[in-house]
């Protein structure tokens, strides 16, 4: 019998569906659960405590509802604070989302370099690591922008983004002293690469955008080779279902809606 064990992906909204579109792309028969935590939304506007606490009990209740084959934080800011707790507390692999800063290193001909990510997730010490890693020789400019998780969401909504909402967020990071000399930018946030057109409309000519996406589709492969799958109804899972959240779903191709 094929496996009918999905795979599980979690954010605190729509972001990680920028991970579940590389993945799809690899790996097109396997079944999916997306879970957004809309009630907890936005993670990075929270303290650590409160992610620390938050995100490993629900993906306990989450594994213990679906059972999937393995686990997928896609969320830079909840993988930077509590990854360690949830690989800990659950029995199944789990993928964290880290932000591209070494891929981005190899990229750069200027040796400056921008992370833009959520306010929590660009103040985390994992950054520096990473930053003192893989980019030793650069340059790294920090901005913490809450204005494109929201568009993002409004987007995937079906909102209209306006180009000047997405040029003032990129601006908190181009306008620092040497963000002149930027060439790439990590998307440190899982809900960027959803404004993919935007931002690159917004950005000087040259400025090259980088994400974490396809590197963990190629984990997830790697992870559950061998095995077998069996296609499944895709299910979408909102810890609140709201108005914004119907909207959502509306424009999602998932089988199945529930809250959890």
């Given amino acids: ?150 568009l993002a969401e409004a987007k995937l909504a079906g909102e209209a983004v306006g180009p000047a909402a997405v040029a003032g967020a990129l601006a908190g990071l181009l306008e620092q002293p040497g963000g002149e000399r930027i060439d790439v930018v990590v998307n440190a946030c899982t809900h960027f690469p959803l404004l993919a057109d935007e931002l690159a409309a917004a950005a000087p000519s040259g400025v090259r955008f980088v994400d974490g996406g396809p590197g963990i589709a190629r984990r997830i492969v790697s992870l559950s080779a061998g095995q077998d799958w069996a296609a499944g109804p895709d299910v979408l899972v909102f810890t609140r279902f709201g108005e914004h959240e119907r909207r959502v779903a509306a424009g999602l191709a998932f089988a199945r809606v529930e809250a959890l």
């Fill in 1 to 150: 019998m094929s496996d009918t064990r999905p795979i599980l992906f979690f954010d605190s909204g729509v972001g990680g569906l920028s991970v579940v579109a590389p993945t799809r792309a690899l790996l097109p028969h396997a079944p999916i659960v997306y879970a957004a935590d809309s009630a907890g939304f936005p993670y990075g506007t929270r303290s650590e405590s409160e992610i620390a606490a938050r995100v490993p009990a629900l993906l306990g209740r989450l594994v213990e509802r679906y059972r999937p084959r393995l686990a997928v934080i896609a969320c830079n800011t909840a993988s930077t604070i509590a990854l360690p707790a949830v690989r800990a507390a659950l029995d199944v692999p789990v993928v964290g989302t880290v932000p591209a800063i070494k891929p981005a290193a190899e990229m750069s001909a200027t040796r400056v370099i921008g992370v833009l990510g959520t306010e929590a997730t660009v103040r985390q010490p994992y950054v520096d690591d990473l930053a003192a890693r893989f980019a030793g020789d650069c340059v790294v400019l920090r901005h913490g922008s809450a204005a494109l998780v929201e």
